[in-house]
Structures are given as C-alpha cells and as structure tokens.
C-alpha cells in the first residue's frame, strides 16, 4: 500500500523512521524541527525524508533486517510505478477524472500537509502523556490516521494504536480492528497503557 499511494520503498521509509527514533530531536534526526527549524521542516519535510532516504548507511545500518526479494528489486523500487498503478487503480474505481483528481489531491495532502504537519508540529507544540520530546494533538490525529498523537508514538513505537487516554481518537486503530476481525491482519506488538503516566 505504501508503494501505491506514495512511491516510497518500504526499506527506505522504515530506514529514515528507525533513524529518527533513534536520534530524535538530536544530532542524526533527519527532519527535527528543533535542529532544523519548524517551518524548514514543515516546507522542506519531503526533501528531507529524500536526502536521508539516499543514504546507503541509513538504509543499512536501521534496515538491515528487512531483506529485499526480487519483487523489491525489480517493481517496488521504482516508486513512480507505485504512483503510476496506484492513479491507474484509483481511475478504475473512480473514473478518469475523479481518479486523477483523487490522486493528485492525496500527493499535495500526504508530500505538503500531513506528513509535514506529523513531523513539524509533533515535535513543536501540543499535549504530552509521556516524557519525550514529541507532542500530541488530538484535532490533528482524526486526519493523519492518528499519527498526531505522536508523543504516544514515540513513548510505544511499536505498538500499532496510538491513543493512550479516553478521549484520544485513533482512526488507523479502528481500521486495523476491523481488519483483524475479519483475520486479515494479526495484531502484534505491545499496547499502549490505557492511561498514560503523566
């Protein structure tokens, strides 16, 4: 999915993730916007990301354990494809023009808004649950799929759901329910605390 909706290589995007969690706000972070400035990142957020997505050394140093097949080397590292197949779908689905319309308005969201916002404001202001330098904000997590609540992220990086208090809304961990409901996910990984400690 997240070749067809965004191009991206999945050792890539887990690559620059990793680093940034494992130097976050510090010397190494590839788009803090503590070092870098808020709004460097929240305008500059997809150059980042590409800079630091070209790096051999992040890639093999915080994805070493994500073994690339052949299906990774010869279509899913050609992101324009993914773009490519994923507006051909969305056409199918939608019509020529609603599709190219759809895709054309989720690349400006995804590459100028959310992902910037995600990145930029998460580590700028909002509300805390837990000691580290991320923010949440819970207006924000119900368009980003709950990823504004990025300061639970951060506290339970590999837990799938990011709310931690009641009135936190996570959409992404509705989706995932659902989709294990109906057993084509299996959820793995630590929860977040239903309370948070702060």
Partial sequence: VLWLTTGQDRREWVAVHRKHHAFTD??????????R????VLFLNAYYYAREARNPVTIRRFAADIRQDRLDRTVFSRGWSGLALGTA???????????LLAAGVHA?????????????????????NFGNTAYNSRVLAWI?????????????PRSP?????RLEFDPSWV?????????????????????APL
């Fill in 26 to 35: 510090r010397d190494g972070d590839p788009h803090s916007p503590l070092l």
């Fill in 37 to 40: 400035g808020f709004w460097h």
């Fill in 89 to 99: 779908l969305l056409c199918l689905i939608l019509g020529l023009g609603p599709g």
């Fill in 108 to 128: 400006v969201l995804y590459v100028f808004v959310v992902a910037p916002l995600i990145n930029g404001l998460g580590h700028w202001r909002g509300a805390k």
């Fill in 144 to 156: 980003t799929g709950g990823e504004s609540l990025h300061n639970n992220h951060h506290a339970h």
């Fill in 161 to 165: 759901r990011f709310s931690a208090r």
């Fill in 175 to 195: 989706v995932i329910r659902a989709l294990a409901a109906v057993r084509l996910v299996v959820i793995t990984g630590a929860q977040i605390p239903r309370t």
